[in-house]
């Protein structure tokens, strides 16, 4: 929640007066516990936690990468109160579609076996731990294998140079929500992070114009 977007967003959201929420998934930032320890499940319950006890009202619904999973997640539980979605590099069931499928046959010996792989990671800040609690739990949570029933507005975007999330699995993403009112943004030089000015002006105009719907 101290990351660029949720920063920036909070200030844009302010200076609106318009009610903002950010929070931290167990084992994630500021929050307690540790990220070996969480799953889908885990951090889902978390996230309705804060929907029900800290937000009222529809809501404008922002997910990043695994956030954006988590979104879509939320939408199917609490669909009367998601006004609309804006996700950036949504990694909808990464676990299974592009993490475990991107693996090598050690690596997945070791989670099978051993229950743990440490991860390297993209941007060097050490490797981190992939369990296999973590992939056997998030197969409950699937969302891209039926319809994901949303009619309100979707805005999605990704970054040209994304190196964990491709075109057609965003593709693929948008094609499982119902709703008829979905805009897929690829952003040029972005990539996964989509945390430069002109990527975050992209973002607060999506956040404006369906916070304007409501």
Not at 103 to 125: H, K, N
Not at 132 to 150: K, N, W
Request: aromatic fraction near 6%; charged fraction near 25%.
């Amino acid at each position: 929640m101290t990351g660029i977007k949720a920063t920036t967003l909070e200030t844009f959201c302010r200076a609106r007066e318009q009610q903002f929420t950010r929070f931290d998934y167990q084992g994630h930032g500021e929050s307690s516990g540790k990220f070996e320890n969480g799953t889908i499940g885990t951090w889902l319950d978390d996230l309705l936690a804060i929907f029900e006890e800290v937000t009222e009202g529809p809501q404008i619904v922002v997910g990043s990468s695994m956030g954006g999973w988590m979104a879509l997640l939320l939408t199917l539980l609490r669909r009367d109160r998601v006004a609309g979605l804006v996700l950036v590099a949504p990694a909808a069931d990464f676990t299974t579609e592009l993490l475990w499928k991107s693996l090598t046959s050690d690596a997945r010996r070791q989670i099978e076996q051993e229950g743990l792989w440490m991860r390297p990671s993209l941007y060097d800040d050490g490797p981190y731990p992939i369990t296999r609690d973590l992939i056997e739990e998030s197969r409950r949570h699937l969302v891209l294998g039926h319809p994901i029933p949303f009619d309100g507005p979707v805005r999605i975007l990704l970054g040209q140079r994304d190196e964990v999330i491709s075109v057609d699995h965003i593709l693929r993403t948008a094609d499982a929500i119902t709703s008829s009112d979905i805009e897929t943004t690829l952003v040029k030089n972005g990539d996964h992070r989509l945390s430069t000015p002109t990527d975050l002006d992209k973002i607060r105009g999506a956040v404006a114009e369906l916070s304007d719907r409501i």
